[in-house]
C-alpha cells in the first residue's frame, strides 16, 4: 500500500467511512456528529490512490466534567482493516493535533473503543476514569492527550 496522503475533507464526504467501520448498523445520514459544521472544525481524510481510507475529525469541547476552553475532541476516527498498523491512523491524530494547537488548545480528549485502546496508548493518550458502554456501540474509555 502506498503512503496516505492527508487532505482537508467535508463532514458529508467522511460518513460513508464512518457508516461503514464505526456504525454499520446505522444508515450514513444518521453518523452526522454535533459540531461536523462548526466553522474551525477540521475533517481529515487520508487517501491511496484517490480513495479515502481513513478520516478523522476534531473540533473544540472540553472534556466531560471540565470547562477547559482550550480542549479539542478527536473523534469519528476511522480507518480500513487493510489501512491499520501502517501508520495512517497515527498520521491522521497528528494532522488533528496540528490543527487543533493552531487553533490554540493545549489537549486534545476521545472516547476511544475498547479495541482501539493501545492505539491511542502508544500514541501517548492518558486513559481517564474506568471501562464504559455506549449503547449499540461497545466498551470505551475516556483517552486525553497533554500538549507541551
Aim: proline content about 5%.
Amino acid at each position: 500500500m502506498n503512503e496516505p496522503a492527508l487532505r482537508r475533507v467535508t463532514a458529508v464526504e467522511t460518513r460513508p467511512l464512518r457508516q461503514r467501520i464505526l456504525r454499520p448498523h446505522q444508515r450514513v445520514e444518521d453518523v452526522a456528529l454535533p459540531h461536523d459544521d462548526d466553522d474551525d472544525t477540521l475533517h481529515l481524510g487520508a487517501f491511496v490512490d484517490g480513495v479515502m481510507i481513513g478520516t478523522a475529525t476534531v473540533h473544540r469541547e472540553s472534556r466531560p466534567g471540565t470547562t477547559d476552553a482550550r480542549a479539542w475532541r478527536l473523534r469519528g476516527m476511522a480507518t480500513e482493516p487493510e489501512a491499520r498498523r501502517r501508520g495512517c491512523g497515527s498520521k491522521l491524530v497528528a494532522g488533528c493535533v496540528e490543527h487543533a494547537k493552531a487553533h490554540g488548545a493545549t489537549r486534545m480528549w476521545c472516547t476511544a473503543r475498547e479495541s482501539a485502546k493501545g492505539f491511542y496508548d502508544a500514541l501517548g493518550f492518558a486513559t481517564i476514569g474506568e471501562r464504559f458502554d455506549i449503547p449499540d456501540v461497545g466498551p470505551h474509555y475516556l483517552m486525553e492527550l497533554g500538549f507541551s
